[in-house]
T-cell receptor, first 110, second 112 residues
Framework: GEDVEQSLFLSVREGDSSVINCTYT??????LYWYKQEPGAGLQLLTY?????DMKQDQRLTVLLNKKDKHLSLRIADTQTGDSAIYFC??????????FGSGTQLTVLP | EAGVAQSPRYKIIEKRQSVAFWCNPI?????LYWYQQILGQGPKLLIQ????????DSQLPKDRFSAERLKGVDSTLKIQPAKLEDSAVYLC??????????FGEGSRLTVL
């Protein structure tokens, strides 16, 4: 079945850029997503990219997609303490069901 | 616009007891999902409804889990009898014609 993998932890200094990486196995994925989850809260959609795109920029967020390598990354510019959270990569196929990775815990140090 | 509402937020039960979770999706959203999120893992789809019909329940442990969406709006997820490994956050999500999933805050279940 589909599989989505992420590294578990990332620490950065406030003001630096964060890069969170994700790999997936389903070559038929139509959309790839990044969600943010703060403690005790549900998942908040940050951004998404259609599978025929290479890059998408949305304010401080840049998503890069390498479809050949099935690699997705999320870059957060000028990372702030409020960005500390768990970030989930997810992919969807034709049924609009999401398969999530295990999440990357981002810690922003002052 | 009101978001996806879930209740209860927290529930503690003993193993072999039963529990039910309720979800009210965003108004007009035809598709409703229940996800299970075990601590330290990403959410895993349990069941997907389109209006009041089941689209996919292949990952639902049907010997103990059941879900319904009788009028195509609210949904309930029931676990009976609960096992220790059912301790998790149960997330409800809904989507409309745009396809974006909106998640509720989840119902945290602890089975002792």
């Amino acid at each position: 079945g589909e599989d989505v993998e992420q590294s578990l932890f990332l620490s950065v200094r406030e003001g630096d850029s964060s890069v969170i990486n994700c790999t997936y196995t389903d070559s038929s994925s139509t959309y790839l997503y990044w969600y943010k989850q703060e403690p005790g809260a549900g998942l908040q959609l940050l951004t998404y990219i259609f599978s025929n795109m290479d890059m998408k920029q949305d304010q401080r967020l840049t998503v890069l997609l390498n479809k050949k390598d099935k690699h997705l990354s999320l870059r957060i510019a000028d990372t702030q303490t409020g960005d500390s959270a768990i970030y989930f990569c997810a992919e969807s196929g034709s049924a609009r069901q999401l398969t999530f990775g295990s999440g990357t815990q981002l810690t922003v140090l002052p | 616009e009101a978001g996806v509402a879930q209740s209860p937020r927290y529930k503690i039960i003993e193993k072999r007891q039963s529990v039910a979770f309720w979800c009210n999706p965003i108004s007009g959203h035809a598709t409703l999902y229940w996800y299970q999120q075990i601590l330290g893992q990403g959410p895993k789809l349990l069941i997907q409804f389109q209006n009041n019909g089941v689209v996919d329940d292949s990952q639902l442990p049907k010997d103990r889990f059941s879900a319904e969406r009788l009028k195509g709006v609210d949904s309930t997820l029931k676990i009976q009898p609960a096992k220790l490994e059912d301790s998790a956050v149960y997330l409800c999500a809904s989507s409309g014609v745009g396809g974006e999933l909106f998640f509720g805050e989840g119902s945290r279940l602890t089975v002792l």
